[in-house]
């Protein structure tokens, strides 16, 4: 009722468009490292965000707190914040949806004593203790539980619940010459039940495993090569070089490099990519963006040729299309902007055994450190956690961390082969200063030529 009557008073002073979005975030997080209880945090943070769009401008206006007063005068502000000279006379196209949606989720965190959720922590970090070698092992597990409601002048009424959950294993690799590092853990839009269905013991055993096992890998050699992306870095490729210059936002203020592409080749014909924010139980999945658009699949990429753009409100009508429903924002306290959800490449035809097996020489990497963007240039750079050397079909010895480079098209317009199977990986993406959703990327197994740097 109060979100109502704020997107009133809003139209009541004039607003053209407004809505009105309550939150609440829950997080809970607990980490063992080295067999002690290093950290354990709980937070709860709620609030209003209110926006009235006059004359082609948002105004926003926020408050930490539910109560009537508050938010009406925060509605107060917003439209104060959006007056002034006309910008543009552009309408745009909100939802109008009532829906009222619980989580999808089999075991919900809520129902789960702490106890058993440090329990996770302990025995991943328990697990990892299987050698000498291991110098530090980190086992932790995290929980976030976001209630939403909004309410828009379109008629929009929704209400929903978002649950992730996620484990982790760490394990550091020491022989007093040099030190390697692995990790893995699962993360989902699911409920509890995602830590019921690993084992954590194997899982931190495995983790310790690879370390030690990275403690005898060589450098990796240089130059420009046949490279067998694993899912994580071909997601990165997806996020990093092509999903930050799709967004709507680097488009209309033509800050990206796919600035009039659409209808143009940008990769080899096998090729396709996607954000796809309704994938069931990953981590970037939504029901809704923060804007009340329901989540939908936006094909980025069509077999080679580039498709279309991902779209808040306010992008998708400056270039008269339909919102694609991007608009997130990282709280109620921040604002809205175009992000992505869950953004991979579609799979191929090759069994990924058969893949290698029919690569002659090159890198087949294992695990992601870091990539970075680049909207206007093009280019693709990412550090890779390791690799193996592929000669003549076969998997051999372990390399050492290295880099990827390349421009972007160039990369994707040379794969020829890609696995059968989608596997997504769960993060965090920033955009402007500290504003953080969560997304996941990944894709197939990707062959293709890169630029390797060799070498820590």
């Given amino acids: 009722d109060t979100l109502a009557k704020a997107v009133s008073r809003m139209q009541d002073l004039g607003a053209e468009f407004a809505d009105a979005k309550s939150q609440t975030v829950r997080t809970a997080g607990v980490s063992s490292i080295n067999g002690g209880l290093r950290q354990l945090v709980r937070k709860s943070v709620g609030g209003v965000c209110v926006r009235a769009w006059i004359g082609g401008r948002w105004g926003y206006g926020n408050v930490s707190s539910f109560d009537s007063k508050a938010v009406m005068q925060?509605?107060?502000?917003?439209?104060?914040?959006?007056?002034?000279?006309?910008?543009?006379?552009?309408?745009?196209?909100?939802?109008?949806?009532?829906?009222?949606?619980?989580a999808q989720v089999k075991i919900h965190p809520?129902?789960?004593?702490?106890?058993?959720?440090?329990e996770v922590a302990r025995t991943l970090d328990r697990a990892q203790t299987i050698d000498e070698r291991i110098v530090n092992s980190i086992g932790s597990y995290s929980e976030e539980i976001k209630d939403n409601c909004l309410v828009n002048s379109a008629g929009s009424d929704l209400s929903w619940q978002e649950v992730r959950t996620l484990a982790r294993a760490m394990s550091i690799a020491s022989d007093?010459?040099?030190?390697?590092?692995y990790y893995d853990g699962p993360d989902s839009t699911k409920g509890f039940e995602v830590i019921k269905e690993t084992d954590l013991e194997a899982l931190g055993r495995r983790t310790a495993e690879e370390a030690i096992k990275s403690l005898s890998a060589v450098r990796c050699p240089s130059g420009n090569l046949t490279v067998v992306s694993d899912p994580m870095i071909t997601g990165l490729l997806a996020h990093e070089a092509m999903g930050h210059a799709s967004e709507g936002d680097e488009i209309t203020k033509k800050r990206s490099f796919l600035t009039g592409m659409c209808g143009k080749r940008v990769a080899s014909d096998i090729v396709s990519m996607y954000d796809n924010g309704t994938?069931?139980?990953a981590h970037g999945s939504i029901p809704f963006d923060d804007e009340g658009t329901p989540s939908s699949c936006t094909k980025i990429i069509d077999h080679g040729v580039y498709t279309g753009y991902m779209h808040t409100l306010e992008t998708a009508s400056q270039l008269g299309v339909a919102p694609t429903g991007n608009g997130r924002a990282e709280n109620f306290g921040k604002r809205h902007w175009v992000r992505m959800t869950n953004t991979y490449f579609g799979p191929g035809e090759w069994d990924?055994?058969?893949?290698?097996?029919?690569?002659?020489?090159?890198i087949l990497t294992d695990k992601m450190v870091s990539g970075m963007e680049d909207p206007v240039g093009g280019c693709f750079e990412a550090k890779a956690l390791r690799g193996y050397l592929v000669k003549n079909g076969e998997v051999q010895g372990l390399v050492k961390s290295f880099t990827l480079t390349g421009k972007s098209v160039d990369i994707l317009c040379t794969v020829d082969a890609l696995s059968d199977q989608v596997i997504l990986d769960g993060g965090m993406c920033g955009k402007g200063?500290?504003?953080?959703?969560?997304?996941?990327?990944?894709?197939?197994?990707?062959?293709?030529?890169?630029?390797v740097g060799g070498g820590q």
């Fill in 74 to 102: 925060a509605a107060e502000e917003a439209v104060k914040n959006a007056a002034g000279d006309r910008k543009s006379n552009l309408k745009l196209e909100p939802s109008s949806v009532v829906k009222h949606m619980k």
């Fill in 352 to 362: 990924k055994d058969e893949l290698i097996a029919e690569t002659k020489d090159g």
């Fill in 279 to 281: 994938v069931p139980g």
């Fill in 176 to 181: 007093g010459t040099s030190m390697e590092r």
């Fill in 110 to 118: 809520d129902t789960i004593d702490l106890d058993d959720k440090i």
């Fill in 433 to 451: 200063i500290e504003d953080w959703v969560r997304v996941s990327s990944g894709g197939p197994y990707m062959r293709a030529r890169m630029i």
